[in-house]
């Protein structure tokens, strides 16, 4: 049974860090391309990074580019986003998910999400 469970997530200043982590099970998490979602209250999914299987290599939205840093431990099927400068526009709930559909025509971004866990809250408010 594969299962993400997403841990890290709460209440930060604006200005501050968080940790996000996703513990991945279920399938052989080193083979596929990974990406961590958010939703904003009344608004859609919105991709924040990718990083794919094998080498690495990383992309990120606009949004997040050079505050947000995403990460993998493919020996303990760990995948990680350390955020720091958040905004209040950062709130959301965020999600990890497996990546079942990319476009690369430029820099990469997921089109298509496989299995998502159940989300981590994080608030950003003064």
């Known amino acids: 049974e594969v299962q993400l469970v997403e841990s890290g997530g709460g209440l930060v200043q604006p200005g501050g860090s968080l940790r996000l982590s996703c513990a991945a099970s279920?399938?052989?998490?080193?083979?596929?391309?990974m990406s961590w979602v958010r939703q904003a209250p009344g608004k859609g999914l919105e991709w924040v990074s990718l990083?794919?299987?094998?080498?690495?290599?990383?992309f990120y939205a606009d949004s997040v580019k050079g505050r947000f840093t995403v990460s993998r431990d493919n020996a303990k099927n760990l995948l990680y986003l350390q955020m720091n400068n958040l905004k209040t526009e950062d709130t959301a709930v965020y999600y990890c998910?497996?990546?079942?559909?990319?476009?690369?025509?430029?820099?990469?971004?997921?089109?298509?999400?496989?299995?998502r866990g159940q989300g981590t809250q994080v608030t950003v408010s003064s």
């Open positions: 998910s497996t990546v079942t559909a990319m476009n690369c025509r430029g820099p990469c971004y997921p089109t298509q999400f496989g299995y």
């Open positions: 279920g399938f052989t998490f080193m083979n596929y391309d």
């Open positions: 990083i794919r299987g094998g080498f690495g290599t990383i």
